[in-house]
């Protein structure tokens, strides 16, 4: 069983900054891809950000240049820090891996809220 672990969410005003953490643990082998996925209220769940294993990465246009993701191995760990957050931005957050086991499965974190006011 794999277990992710979302932290960092909260309440910023715009302008400002969160980063986000999600702690990946149980029977993992190693972590293919992970991902940052958003959800706001009344709308689909839509990519934000992925990394590989070897640290590629990938952005929606609407965060280019204001979120960054990074990961570290060691700890299982994917990160995704936000600056210059837009009211826009509100949403639940969620991470999502790749894990590598005795196959391969697609875990969900719980979801970290977000909230950007104006």
């Known amino acids: 069983q794999v277990r992710l672990d979302e932290s960092g969410g909260g309440l910023v005003q715009a302008g400002g900054s969160l980063r986000l953490s999600c702690a990946a643990s149980g029977n993992i082998f190693s972590i293919n891809d992970m991902r940052w996925y958003r959800q706001a209220p009344g709308k689909q769940r839509d990519l934000v950000a992925a990394i590989t294993s070897s640290g590629s990465t990938t952005y929606a246009d609407s965060v280019k240049g204001r979120f960054t993701i990074s990961r570290d191995n060691a700890k299982n760990t994917v990160y995704l820090q936000m600056n210059s957050l837009k009211p826009e931005d509100t949403a639940v957050y969620y991470c999502?891996?790749?894990?590598?086991?005795?196959?391969?499965?697609?875990?969900w974190g719980q979801g970290t809220q977000v909230t950007v006011s104006s």
């Open positions: 999502n891996a790749d894990v590598v086991h005795t196959y391969v499965g697609r875990y």
